[in-house]
């Protein structure tokens, strides 16, 4: 109760009673006493003489060289997790290579463990940095980039290579620095195949063919230093000409697009004419052949009739003169509408108009006239047409009265 409290004692001392309370144990006493049980436990201890003989037993001294040679081997189990390989050496000499699992392997310093993980895809930048503040965070390192072509020109390249590692225990031992002997094979390989091709080819259709021969040339090198890398990807990241001359060669690509703009244009019209006259020259073709064939066929028909007339003409050659005569002015007068009849003895000839007269009957019988009418005409016409024989009688024609 305090002695403050109600109902307590108020003469009482708030500091009496201080010398009886619990105290902490004294650091000296506590340490005595743990010294005093580890030498119990090796077999020594504070006798009952009083004399403090800290000397351990041989058991004692067994016991503990046993525990810590137990400690030593458990510290030489390791894990191997998938996708690692496990590179055992002892004394820095190659012992063997552990699969993924548990293994052991003599504690250091004896031997030790290198894990290399197999699996995993390993980038390198080569002309630029990721993160820099040119063209997307992607920053350029002119001395990296910047090649020279076949035609003397300047360009600058970006390369990204991804690689892993396909044997642990030739990237550990037969290369001193893998990232940076892949790097120089890589800038060495990019010169030596840039150089090799003109800018525009470079810059234009020829990127993937460049990619995979850059690929195929750095794998080749890192196979022939035995590295333990395979490189399983090239990526041409960016390649461009440098800053100073960016605006001349932009020009100069629209130019070249605006000539394959005009290429592709002239070859759609000639894919849309070139048929089209082809299929007019076939047809023209045809009809020639067709025209031929019937020139010809026309002309052995009258090569055949006039054979055939020129034997009737050698048996009969009065008769068939005369019907050959016949036969030619009915062909050439059947295709005139005139009419001229000869009066004999006299100087007037008849005139008779019938292809007017045919184009008038064919209007009265479109529509029928209110009257008849009339039509004589008389003309100072020669007295005989050509080939046109006399007639016997003589008169005058009259229609329509």
Not at 50 to 76: C, D, E, I, Q, T
Not at 199 to 214: C, K, N, P
Request: glycine share 8%.
């Amino acid at each position: 109760m305090s002695w403050n409290e109600p109902g307590g004692d108020k003469k009482k001392d708030p500091w009496s009673g201080r010398d009886t309370e619990n105290t902490p144990p004294d650091l000296d006493e506590a340490m005595r006493t743990l010294q005093n049980k580890l030498g119990g436990l090796f077999g020594g201890g504070n006798k009952g003489d009083g004399n403090n003989n800290s000397a351990p037993s041989l058991k004692g001294l067994g016991f503990l060289a046993l525990g810590a040679v137990a400690l030593w081997s458990v510290s030489g189990f390791y894990i191997v997790d998938e996708g690692n390989r496990g590179v055992e050496m002892r004394f820095g000499e190659y012992v063997s290579t552990t699969q993924p699992g548990l293994n052991w392997h003599l504690p250091s310093p004896i031997e030790k463990v290198e894990i290399i993980n197999i699996s995993q895809q390993r980038f390198l930048e080569v002309g630029y940095r990721s993160g820099g503040s040119r063209q997307g965070g992607k920053g350029s390192v002119p001395k990296e980039a910047l090649m020279l072509t076949k035609d003397e020109n300047i360009v600058d390249i970006r390369l990204a290579v991804q690689y892993q590692v396909n044997d642990a225990k030739k990237y550990l031992f037969n290369i001193k620095n893998q990232t940076a002997t892949l790097k120089q094979v890589t800038e060495s390989v990019e010169r030596g195949v840039i150089g090799a091709n003109t800018m525009d080819f470079v810059l234009t259709e020829g990127r993937s063919q460049v990619v995979a021969d850059i690929k195929a040339e750095i794998q080749s090198v890192m196979d022939s230093y035995e590295s333990g890398i395979l490189v399983t990807s090239v990526n041409l990241q960016d390649a461009q000409p440098p800053e100073q001359v960016q605006s001349a060669f932009e020009d100069a690509i629209k130019a070249r697009e605006d000539k394959q703009r005009l290429i592709n244009e002239a070859e759609a019209y000639a894919n849309d004419i070139v048929p089209k006259a082809r299929g007019a020259a076939a047809r023209l073709t045809q009809e020639a052949e067709g025209y031929k064939s019937r020139i010809i066929s026309a002309a052995e028909g009258d090569v055949s009739r006039f054979t055939q007339i020129l034997k009737e003409y050698k048996k009969a050659p009065e008769v068939t003169r005369k019907r050959i005569y016949l036969d030619t002015m009915e062909a050439v007068m059947s295709g005139t509408d005139t009419v001229l009849v000869d009066v004999k003895g006299s100087n007037n000839m008849m005139y008779l108009p019938l292809d007017k007269l045919v184009d008038k009957s064919a209007n009265n019988r479109a529509k029928p006239l209110s009257d008849n009418y009339t039509t004589t005409t008389r003309s100072t016409a020669p007295n005989r047409s050509i080939n046109q024989p006399r007639p016997s009688s003589r008169g005058r024609v009259e229609r329509g009265r």
